[in-house]
């Protein structure tokens, strides 16, 4: 039985060999006939799948106004009523107000798009690349000990609770119990004081995506840490329940 490629082997060939010399073009023509594609199915799927085709289309419409009325908001201008002159004012001032221009763009948007973009204020900025032989060591299998594929991870990583095992013949990366991370001390920056929570996740490994899939935490790496304990709030009241650390 064949199992499917877990790599990005697409990209890997689009690397190697390019692409058709016609790929943008037709990369193009699919995109504007897309919206007929749309229209085809939305007229001719029925029953279950009519549905849900519907209910899809109407959250990405919602989605799509959402953005544009943010976006609409934040170029709108704003009268600024600051100076009143005492008196009458001449025709030709009367239109004359302070304009300034108001960001009504929220906070959670900007949030959002930064989270999208992956792009964090954090205080390691550039770390130093490590060499494949730092991150792994490479372990010897087979009857001869001729076959070399398989990899011991020698850093940290972060695996969850219901974490199991391959099988150790399928086993490629190797991560050592005794490596394995539940908890982080965090500091947090404004308190100045350390808790030790525990791991959510590894958000991003800035060595590779390989790193952050695996969740190897070496320096400059950035987890999410469950901060509910603490009892943060967000400002609609919400307790926070994970929050990304370095």
Do not use: C
């Amino acid at each position: 039985k064949g199992k499917m490629p877990q790599n990005d082997y697409m990209e890997l060939h689009k690397k190697r060999y390019g692409q058709r010399f016609d790929h943008a073009e037709k990369m193009r023509k699919k995109e504007a006939r897309k919206v007929k594609d749309i229209s085809n199915k939305a007229q001719n799927l029925h029953g279950i799948k009519g549905k849900l085709f519907a209910k899809e289309r109407y959250q990405e419409k919602v989605r799509m106004r959402k953005t544009m009325k943010a976006h609409e908001e934040k170029e709108a201008t704003a009268k600024d009523e600051k100076q009143k002159t005492d008196g009458a004012v001449p025709a030709y001032l009367l239109d004359r107000n302070e304009v300034n221009r108001t960001k009504v763009l929220s906070n959670m948007i900007k949030q959002k798009r930064k989270e999208k973009a992956g792009k964090w204020k954090v205080p390691i900025e550039k770390v130093k690349a490590m060499t494949e032989d730092e991150m792994f060591k490479i372990m010897k299998t087979g009857k001869r000990r001729k076959k070399a594929w398989k990899r011991v991870i020698n850093k940290v990583s972060f695996v969850g609770d219901n974490f199991t095992r391959k099988p150790p013949k399928f086993e490629r990366f190797i991560r050592p119990s005794g490596l394995r991370f539940k908890r982080a001390h965090v500091t947090h920056p404004e308190l100045k004081t350390t808790f030790q929570l525990d791991i959510l996740g590894v958000k991003k490994n800035p060595q590779s995506s390989m790193y952050t899939s695996l969740g190897i935490i070496t320096k400059g790496a950035i987890i999410e840490v469950n901060v509910s304990e603490l009892g943060l709030v967000t400002q609609t009241g919400k307790v926070v329940w994970g929050k990304y650390a370095q």
